[in-house]
C-alpha cells in the first residue's frame, strides 16, 4: 500500500509531517552531518530576535525523569546575522524552513516579520509567543489573549508568509488563548512550548540551573501536549495544528495526529538522536500502512473519544 505522507500546513506543502522544533535543532548546521535536511518536514530554526543575544548563565541544562530542564534564555545571532549566514545555509540544502521570531514587544515581532518578508527562503513565520527562558514574565506574550493578539495582529500587518503562533500551556484557559490568536490573523498554531518547571540540587541545596527556573521537555510533557491539541482542535476545528511535546517514536507522533494535529515537531529526541525527526517520519509511514491509511490528513476520522 502506498502511504501518502505530504502535508499542507497553511497552503505550503511539507514532504513530511515531521518538523524539526525551535532550539532543538539549531539553524541544521549540525544536524546536517546526519540527516539531509532537503528530507525533513521542516526546520524550524531557533528563535530569532532583532538583536543578538547572549543567553542565560550556565549551567542551562538538567536532566530530569523522562525529559529535561533548559534555561538557554533564547541566545541567536540576531536576525540580521541569520539572514546573511544561516538562512542561505538552510535554502542550499534545500531545507523548508520555519523561521522563529521572539521580541520583547508586539512592535519587535512586526519588524522581524517585515524584514523578513523579502526572503524568498522561508517558508513560514512561527512566533514563540511562549518560552518561560524570559528574565521578564511579561514577555510571555502568550499567558495574555490581548497580548497574543496584539502581536499576531502586527505580524500579519507585515509578514508575506502563513504564521502560526506559538502557545504554552502554563495557562488557566489555552483555548481563549488560541481562540484570540486565531481571530487576529493567525493561520496556525504551534502546541505546547516547554512547561516552566525547577529542580534542586539537594546535596549543595542550590537550584540546578543558574537562572533557578527553566522549560521542561520530552516525553515527560508529552500527555500534556495531547490533551492540548486535543483540546484546541475540538474547539476550533479546521485551525492547523504543530503538536510539539515529548514526541520521540512514530507512535507518540500517531498520539497528537490522532487527536487532531496537521503535523508534529520532533525537540528533545534530536538531542538524543539527531536523526530522530526523519526516523519518526519513516516509522509513521510504517505506522499508515500497517492501519490500511493512505494520508496523515485521515487520521484525526480514525480518532473516538468515547469509548
Ligand atoms: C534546549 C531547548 C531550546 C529551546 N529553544 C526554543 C526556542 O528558541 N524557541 C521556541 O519556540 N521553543 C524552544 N524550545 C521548545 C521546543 O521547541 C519544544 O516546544 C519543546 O521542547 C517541547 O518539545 P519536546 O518535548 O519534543 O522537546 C526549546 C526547547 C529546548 C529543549
Known amino acids: 500500500m502506498t502511504v501518502d505522507l505530504t502535508v499542507d500546513l497553511c497552503g505550503v506543502r511539507l514532504r513530511t509531517p515531521v518538523l524539526a522544533a525551535s532550539g532543538c535543532f539549531g539553524f541544521g548546521r549540525e544536524m546536517a552531518g546526519w540527516l539531509d535536511l532537503a528530507q525533513v518536514g521542516a526546520v524550524v ?9 547572549r543567553g542565560r548563565p550556565t549551567p542551562r541544562m538538567a536532566e530530569t525523569p523522562s525529559g529535561m530542564l533548559n534555561a538557554i534564555g533564547l541566545q541567536n545571532p540576531g536576525v540580521e546575522a541569520f539572514c546573511a549566514t544561516d538562512l542561505p545555509f538552510l535554502a542550499a540544502a534545500g531545507a523548508t524552513v520555519v523561521a522563529s521570531l521572539v521580541g520583547r514587544s508586539a512592535e519587535d515581532f512586526g519588524r522581524l516579520a517585515a524584514r523578513l518578508a523579502g526572503e524568498p527562503a522561508v517558508q513560514l513565520l512561527e512566533l514563540n509567543l511562549s518560552c518561560p527562558n524570559v528574565e521578564h514574565r511579561g514577555e510571555v506574550f502568550a499567558t495574555d489573549p490581548g497580548m497574543a493578539a496584539e502581536v499576531v495582529r502586527r505580524v500579519k500587518a507585515a509578514a508575506r508568509q502563513p504564521v502560526l503562533a506559538k502557545l504554552t500551556a502554563d495557562v488557566t484557559d489555552l483555548v481563549a488563548v488560541a481562540r484570540a490568536v486565531v481571530d487576529a490573523g493567525a493561520d496556525g498554531l ?63 507522533a500517531a498520539e497528537l495526529l490522532l487527536v487532531g494535529a496537521t503535523a508534529v515537531a520532533v525537540g528533545t529526541a534530536s538531542f538524543v ?12 509511514e510504517r505506522y499508515l500502512a500497517a492501519h490500511g491509511v493512505r494520508s496523515v490528513a485521515e487520521l484525526p476520522a480514525l480518532f473516538k473519544a468515547e469509548r
Open 45 to 53: 530554526t531557533k528563535s530569532v530576535s532583532l538583536e543578538p543575544r
Open 190 to 252: 504551534t502546541l505546547i512550548n516547554t512547561l516552566l518547571g525547577m529542580a534542586v540540587d539537594v546535596h549543595h541545596g542550590r537550584p540546578r540551573l543558574a537562572a533557578v527556573t527553566g522549560g521542561l521537555s520530552g516525553p515527560a510533557i508529552r500527555p500534556v501536549a495531547v490533551r492540548c491539541v486535543w483540546q484546541v482542535a475540538s474547539a476550533l476545528p479546521g485551525v492547523p495544528i504543530v503538536g510539539t511535546g515529548g514526541v520521540a517514536t512514530a507512535e507518540d
Open 273 to 284: 538522536n539527531p536523526r530522530a525527526v526523519v526516523e519518526v517520519a519513516a516509522g509513521l
